[in-house]
């Protein structure tokens, strides 16, 4: 027998034309004369626990061996020690290479056995490359596979032959998959986890045009009564893909029955796309529709979207069976309302009926009209108890004036329920007289009306049935026959709250829908109630930034005192933001009228309006005017303004890289320095309590504007916490 040579046969130069760039020169130095003998055990020999440099890397020692003339000889002798070779091979990467060699100039099958098995062994831990490339892997199982058949070579262990199945099926090499799947089963424990690999060999067979031998090889479980029984479900023997559909609709129910959702999942996906190739099956579809319920109902994120995108993608096919109302309710309860709403606009017409719940869902998610015409159509078709659910559907309807369908809608509903709530009549009065008027529409508006109160209206409080009554005879107008009943409802309102009540409930009624103070005051003056103070409730108005209150002064300039129309003047030049005007109106109104209600929220409303368009000087001006008449409403309305100041100033030295930072701190500063000792002298005018909150306030922006905030924060680090705001004092 032949031993290594005593000489050597692998030189310094013929190494380093291997490895240019390595750079461990203690490696080299030690193999520049080393014998074969050495490099035969350097091959086997375990490294040393000191990092000494008379240790030969085994992976340089492969390759300075490889080029021995001798080589076939030494790989024959190191055949018995190969799974050693392989593992200290391993790490270096040339064990790709000694896999090659051995499949090229020494096919054992013994060795090749060894390699596969170590290479499972080896598996925890490693980094990717150290892997055994799959390529090699199929190699060596397609040449002792039949050997392994026959019991010539030692059978593999279940995780060796779980590599190879995944090898197999990532190289495409189908025609070994039945091998190792009969080399699987006898090391599977038929446990969910280690049973999966097996149907995933299956699973490829049949996806891959072999569905006859994909059937076989699960039968084999099957009658060992390893999976779940009634897998198989129905099969149609004149359907083209007969024998795959049956395959993976087992595989998907068995994968389900194992709570193996996104496996499951996948299963599906294979599942259509052969149905989508050649033709639906009426039991695999009934299969996708309780998969995707089950997703649906999983309450896992990515579960649901997969739903989704499998119902779309059936609905997208009209050959496949429409979706059953069971499956579309349940997964549009899934989804979130914008999503819903995306996919009901995808579902083809007609469709599966949608319950009450749903309908009502997508009609609040404002949906487009053709959408809203759709949900009127399903709700007039819906077979369930739909009582509930109209009147927001009637709602939804009128906010986007498709008139003809709420009326439809409301006559076919009204006869049936006796409900009809103070919301739902005010919206649809309100969509049925707006805009250009027709006596048709004015005529249902009253219908509406009637109807709430000879129903709900007889059941709630008078005082609200009162004023609902009201509210809808204002929208209604001034129409032949509507006096009595306005008469009728403003005594049950003054029966209920006394007179002094019903005019603050209309009051507030008139602050709330700035547009009805008109017909408010017809109402009340036409039955001998006085309500006046509207231009207060204009004034709230535009301090709740609804400015169009404004348009309803004309109609009602006579009722108004000399002191309000002052007022509203100025909010008018405010609305048109004509700054100089509205400072010089009013100054002339503090000075002409200081005493008078609209004071306060008109102070409001024009700082709101100089706070939103950043003139500051102006509303400093305006808070000047009003502190000598200052009162506890107009303490709160300053503070407001100054915070505003003093968080322009922040925001303004907070981010100094904005382009128009520099000039918003410019302006804030220059305004709050030129009138600071105005204000601070008023300030000190005033009596006590607002005198002590105004000047905490002052102070405070002073710091804010001054930067004093920031330099104190550098110093003594404060949280925000520790920062005054002026809204909270």
Known sequence: MLRPSAFASSSRLTLEAFFDSRSDEAIWSSMSFARDEELVAALLAPPPADNTQSWIDPGAAYLGLRSSGLYDHYLTMLLPQIRTLYTNLRPTGMHQMLVSDLLLRKPDAHALREILQAEADLQHPQTPGDKLRTGL??????????????????????????????????????????????????TCTWEPRQAWPLLQIVARLARNGRASDALRLLQYPLSLGKLPEGILGRSSPTHPQAAALLVQSAIARTALFWGFDERANW????????????????????????????????????????????????????????????????HLNALPIATALEFYSALPVPHAPLTPRNILRLAFARPTRSILIRLAEDLSKTKSDTAAVVPGVLRALASARLLPFVREAYTQWCTTSPYLDAYTTLTLVRAFTRGTRSSANTAFARTVLAHYLATTGRWVPVDNRATTALHAYGLIGNVEGTVPQEKQQLDDLVTALGADGARARLRSLAMQYPLLAHRLVEITRA??????????????????????????????????????????????????????????????????????????????????????????????????????????????????????IAREAREARRAPQQDDAAGRLASVTLAWEGKLPVITELVGELETTPRTLLETMVEATDKAVRGVEQEQAGAEAPTDSEEVDLEDI
């Open 527 to 644: 039955h001998g109630i006085e309500l006046g103070h509207f231009g207060v409730t204009i004034a709230a108005a535009c301090a709740a930034r609804h400015w169009g209150a404004l348009s309803v002064v004309p109609s009602i300039k006579a009722t108004l005192s000399r002191g309000d129309t002052a007022y509203i003047a100025v909010l008018q030049a405010s609305r048109r933001n004509r700054y100089a005007k509205t400072l010089a109106l009013f100054n002339t109104a503090v000075a002409g009228f200081p005493s008078e209600p609209i004071l306060v929220p008109t102070t409001a409303a024009v700082l709101n309006r100089f706070a939103r368009y950043k003139r500051w000087a102006d509303g400093l001006d305006v808070v000047a005017e009003v502190l000598p008449v200052i009162s506890e409403d107009i303490v709160e309305h300053v503070g407001v303004y100054l915070s505003a």
């Open 267 to 330: 299963m599906i996906d294979d599942l259509v796309t052969t149905m989508e190739k050649s033709e639906p099956f009426s039991a695999a579809c009934e299969l996708v529709f309780a998969a995707c319920r089950a997703a649906s109902v999983s309450g896992v994120s990515s579960q649901v979207e997969w739903a989704r995108a499998t119902l779309l993608r059936m609905t997208k096919d009209e050959r496949f069976p429409a979706m059953d109302a069971g499956t579309l309710n349940v």
């Open 137 to 186: 892997i199929v190699q060596a199982y397609s040449t002792i596979a039949a050997l392994l058949r026959r019991r010539t070579v030692t059978r593999l262990s279940r995780s060796a032959n779980v590599i190879i199945a995944r090898a197999l099926m990532k190289q495409d090499a189908n025609d070994l998959l039945p091998n190792i799947f009969y080399e699987m089963v006898y």
